[in-house]
């Protein structure tokens, strides 16, 4: 970590020690350390194809062109070898220290479980569930790895898709007022990794009346004029600091 930002991650460390209700709220930039690409990134998933990365994880492509759906959901979205970084493991022994109360992330690609955080909200849902799009009944998500181009379901032939929100499609209302409630009570927000531009999951953020707000990212957020710290650096450097 740059020297100039030691004395904030030692001021950080004050604050979370004092904290009743402190909340982290990650996006794509967690995971990057893990080698999953974010998406607006020079190597980031809006790079990868002429046509917007937005309209092959649309609803619109899901129903009109399965096809095309589910290729780029297989060759981009899945990292089955993925594991957690230094990050995920610092959030989750914050948590097991009763220091962070939850995990608010727009990551669907449940790599925060695996590290051991048990208070995860998933805003845009799992690649870890996947369900039958007519019927309703849940499947593993080898029924849409392992299974036909179009994966369709056994008893009524719907087809199979992962339980993630699709552009065109409304966030998970009990996750969402999950996160409303963990912000509302919260008095330390920490977002880490992500651009704050993706709604209507960033309004959280808008929302925060707490004491001390504290981002993490490489680039400007919308919210940066709301923080109290803003630090440029990885945030796997940011939470080794954090948990020494």
Known sequence: ????????????????????????????????????????????????????????????????????????????????????????????????????????????????????????????????????????????????TEGERVPKCPYCGGVIRPDVTLYGEPLSSRAFSDAEEEIAASDVLIVGGSSLTVQPAASLVGDFSGDHLIIVNYSPTPYDGMAEYIIRESLTEVFEELVK
Not at 74 to 84: G, Q, S, T, V
Not at 87 to 102: N, P, S, T, Y
């Open 1 to 144: 970590m740059k020297k100039e930002y030691i004395n904030d991650i030692n001021e950080i460390k004050a604050i979370l020690r004092d904290a009743d209700h402190a909340v982290f709220f990650g996006g794509a930039g967690m995971s990057t350390a893990s080698g999953i690409p974010d998406f607006r990134g020079a190597s980031g998933l809006y790079t990868v194809s002429d046509e917007p990365a937005e309209y092959f994880l649309s609803r619109e492509c899901l129903v009109g062109e399965p096809e095309r759906f589910f290729e780029f959901y297989r060759e981009k979205m899945l990292y089955p070898d993925a594991l957690p970084n230094e990050a995920h493991h610092a959030l989750a022994r914050l948590e097991a220290e009763g220091v962070i109360k939850a995990v608010i992330t727009q990551n669907i690609d449940g790599l925060h479980q695996m590290a051991g955080s048990e208070r995860v909200i998933e805003l845009h849902g799992t690649v870890s569930r996947s369900f039958c799009d007519r019927c309703g009944r849940t499947f593993t998500p080898e029924a849409i």
